[in-house]
């Protein structure tokens, strides 16, 4: 049972993030008038969770690398309520959700391992494992009898952190629980410079203008999650398409919504491992040189659509713990999956124009559409990777840090990222010849993008942090329980 509960446990929340979690390609889609006069600091866009492409580097050499809680800091503003979302930005509008509610909400404990020592503690005091685990649930879960919710968008002015307008999309009890660790808020909003749309997978879609006004809402049906963990995935956005994908309980489907109208164009029913069917990935729009697909990870199975919705290939042999965003490099794609306490916690590279089955052969790395794949050692739970200058960067939740060759699969270096640093959510990023982890104590750790591990620095904001930032222009927006950020190298 605690070699169970660990697992569970472990699948903390990953919707951050992650998402947690969202994923395209840079938007072209005209700005308003209002959004054209800016200066070239500030005229730059980071539409989705993890950026463009959804693999969040910049080239811009003005971007921080040194920062503290008052050092290149250009301006902080309180965020109401919790809310493990990601900030975007289209020109000088930061779009941001978050919870609030009508009495104090149970608040997140680092790490993924605190289930399993509050759980070792009841059954020394002479719990049985069900009385135990009775407690933990009582603990860990905030329930819909338990409290009364708003979910809230925000819209911030990124030049001066000013709170432009907030707009209240749902009010009432929560349609599910949700663990400590995870939010009523975490999925990312995504925007195409006309609108931004908020997918909160248990209410439905909401758009609205740059002004705030409500452009429409499509009222979606709520459904189970595993252990009432709660939701998390964003929605992927191309062209005047919304993609949602939705694993659950009870009927998992992945569907497709019109930008203008919030019409659902079609939805096409999955099924993914039959012993655990809840995920938290964020599509992925993938634009490679044989077609443009919608590329979706749930639990033991990552899946590629056409964007009418037809199944193109799958990919079997992934984790059970489906949390972390596909994203490609150089018409490759890159999906990882698992956690710690499993078996399976695989990386896979993966060329274009596969269709039907292309997983490997039993005890195989590779097959026809699969370059590579590493079953074991190389996956992730809750953090996607990122690549940077022809290099694979893994981070796992533990604090393991690693760099690849994103063509082979081979591992060039592993390293703990810092002592004692043993608790990560964010995704990483990169920029200006560095990789940045931040962990969930609100330490960011900058490592040099070389062949070896070299850690630079530590910036520290001591604030608990689980969301992935924004790079747009030469600022970083990082967003903490409490706290938005803009970090910006002082003139």
Known sequence: MIHHMRNCSRLLIAVVALGA?????????????????????????WPRFRGPGSNPVSENPNLPTSWSKTENVEWVTDVPGVGWSSPVVWGNRVFITAATSDKPMKQPTQGVDFSNEYLAELRKAGLTAAEANKKLYERDREMPDEIVISLTLFCYDLETGKKLWEREMYKGRPAGGRHSKNSFASETPTTDGERVYVYLTD?????????????????????????????????????????????????????????????ELWRTPRTVQPARKTGWSTPFVWENRARTELVTLGPGVAISYSLDGAELWRMNRMGGYAIQSPFAWNDFLFVTSGAGGED?????????????????????????????????????????????KDALYVLNDKGIFSRRNPETGERIYQSRVAPGAAAFTASPWAYNGHVFVMSEEGDTFVIDAGNEYRLVRTNSLDDFSMATPAIVGDRLLIRTQHRLYSIRNRK
């Open 21 to 45: 979690a969202p994923l395209i390609a840079p938007i072209l889609a005209q700005s308003t008038a209002r959004l054209t006069a800016q200066s070239n600091s500030t005229a730059a866009h």
């Open 203 to 263: 209410y439905g879609l909401f758009a609205y203008d740059f002004e705030g006004k409500p452009s429409w809402t499509t009222t979606l049906k709520a459904h189970g999650t595993t252990r009432d963990w709660g939701t998390g995935a964003s929605a992927a956005l191309h062209k005047d398409r919304l993609f949602v994908l939705n694993d659950n309980e009870e009927q998992s489907f992945v569907a497709a919504f019109d930008t203008r109208t919030g019409k």
């Open 344 to 388: 399976n916690r695989p990386i896979v590279a993966i060329r274009a124009g596969g269709a039907g089955d292309i997983t490997p052969p039993a005890a195989e790395t590779k097959s026809d559409h699969v370059m590579w794949y590493d079953r074991v050692a190389g996956g992730t739970y809750l953090p996607t990777p990122v690549i940077y």
